[in-house]
């Protein structure tokens, strides 16, 4: 059973400081996905990630993977407030296309 | 277009009573899925669907069922509802899962749902 760990489960962090949120899975997979919550809103999608070593870069945000490792960082860098919302990773299990979400990690970045 | 729309926004129901959420989405998506949202527990998968006339069970499909008659359309009814449904839930869409994978999927606004 495919099951999804992210660390840490909540992250406050001055303005101005990097960080980096993990994501753990336990099964085999070469995708993986990124995806941020505003408070009482939706999902909005920030990466996809589809091979060993792939990274991706958004702004302060940069996203890699390394599927030997089952591992995924989410790297904030020189964190301003407006990042403060809550990130979830998200593999999809090879051959039964389900798609199981991490339990997120609730950033906050003080002034 | 419009994406992933769901109805109602907000639901109170009464303990055994049923009742359908609805689902849309007009981007011509294959893949969709339904998801349940609560404090600490991240998103659970219910059902998903791969195309019209497939479903199948995700991480906690009981006391829900669905169907997928349209591409368009995938409804998530609960047969009697409970407390422990009492959620947010979110549907979701994405281009196609059919062996090609790696698609990002879309998420609906979200209904409130509360069982009492």
């Known amino acids: 059973e495919l099951k999804v760990e992210q660390n840490p489960l909540f992250l406050s962090m001055q303005e101005g400081k990097n960080y980096t949120i993990y994501c753990n899975y336990s099964?085999?997979?070469?995708?993986l996905y990124w995806y941020r919550q505003d408070p009482g809103k939706s999902l909005e999608s920030l990466f996809v990630?589809?091979?060993?070593?792939a990274v991706k870069q958004e702004g302060r945000l940069m996203a890699s993977l390394d599927t030997k490792a089952r591992l995924s960082t989410l790297h904030i860098t020189a964190a301003v407030h407006d990042l403060s919302a809550t990130y979830f990773c998200?593999?999809?299990?090879?051959?039964?296309?389900?798609?199981?979400f991490g339990t997120g990690t609730r950033l906050k970045v003080l002034a | 277009n419009a994406g992933v729309t769901q109805t109602p926004k907000f639901q109170v129901l009464k303990t055994g009573q049923s009742m359908t959420l609805q689902c849309a989405q007009d981007m011509n998506h294959e893949y969709m899925s339904w998801y349940r949202q609560d404090p600490g527990m991240g998103l659970r998968l219910i059902h998903y669907?791969?195309?019209?006339?497939?479903?199948d069970q995700g991480e906690v499909p009981n006391g829900y069922n669905v169907s997928r008659s349209t591409t368009e359309d995938f409804p998530l009814r609960l047969l009697s509802a409970a407390p422990s449904q009492t959620s947010v839930y979110f549907c979701a869409s994405s281009y196609s899962r059919r062996g090609i994978g790696g698609e990002t999927q879309y998420f609906g606004p979200g209904t409130r749902l509360l069982v009492l």
């Open positions: 990630l589809l091979s060993n070593g």
């Open positions: 669907s791969v195309g019209a006339g497939i479903t």
């Open positions: 998200a593999v999809d299990e090879s051959r039964t296309y389900k798609y199981i």
């Open positions: 099964t085999t997979s070469d995708r």
